[in-house]
Each structure stands twice: as structure tokens, then as C-alpha cells.
Nanobody
Framework: VQLVESGGGLVQPGGSLRLSCAAS????????MGWFRQAPGKEREFVAA????????NYADSVKGRFTISRDNSGNMLYLQMNNLQPEDTAVYYC????????????WGQGTQVTVSS
């Protein structure tokens, strides 16, 4: 599965952004998709994920109540609505996908930069 993220940018603290991820290729086999982020000097960390079919999702504690992961029901788009952004949310955000139930994410996008600063 090929993934392309968009929607990153510069936002002030307390602001909102919506990231998008367009999936192509073997999308009929998608099992789950998710969002990860990597801040400068830090390891990549989990943000949110959801099953592709069904409403089951989970979130990192640091974003619960502020971020929402969703998908369009008729296409191959994944979204991450990010509200009340804080400087510690600054990172490159990556979309990830898996077509089977495994403990790793085989497919990754190139990332989109989110910067939260006044």
C-alpha cells in the first residue's frame, strides 16, 4: 500500500489542523491504519490507529481528547483531526498501514511537518 500525507503546517498553540493520508495500491486488503510522529531528537511514537473496517480506534494518552482519527467510508482516505495543539505536538507526522494482523506496520508515508509555535 502506498501512502501520501498532507495537511501539515505551522499553527499557533491552541489551534487546529487536519492531516490527510491518501492510500493507494492494495487498499482492498487494508486491516488497519494509523498515525505516528517523530519530534527532533526523539524516537518515532504512536499517536492513533484504527481498524480499516469498523470503528475500533485507540490513542496515545498524550493526545486523547484532542486528536481524532477517522476515515472516509467510501474511499481510501485517513484523517487526523488535531485540536488544541501544543508546542510538544511539533513533529513530523507519518501515516502507516497494515494489510494483515501483525505487530508492526509494513507501509509508511513520507511524513508531513506539523509545527506548533507562537
Amino acid at each position: 500500500v502506498q501512502l501520501v500525507e498532507s495537511g501539515g503546517g505551522l499553527v499557533q498553540p491552541g489551534g487546529s489542523l487536519r492531516l490527510s493520508c491518501a492510500a493507494s495500491g492494495d487498499t482492498l486488503s487494508l486491516y488497519a491504519m494509523g498515525w505516528f510522529r517523530q519530534a527532533p531528537g526523539k524516537e518515532r511514537e504512536f499517536v492513533a490507529a484504527r481498524l480499516w473496517s469498523g470503528a475500533v480506534s485507540n490513542y496515545a494518552d498524550s493526545v486523547k481528547g484532542r486528536f481524532t482519527i477517522s476515515r472516509d467510508n467510501s474511499g481510501n482516505m485517513l484523517y487526523l483531526q488535531m485540536n488544541n495543539l501544543q508546542p510538544e505536538d511539533t513533529a513530523v507526522y507519518y501515516c502507516a498501514a497494515k494489510t494483515i494482523k501483525v505487530d508492526f506496520w509494513p507501509d509508511w508515508g513520507q511524513g508531513t511537518q506539523v509545527t506548533v509555535s507562537s
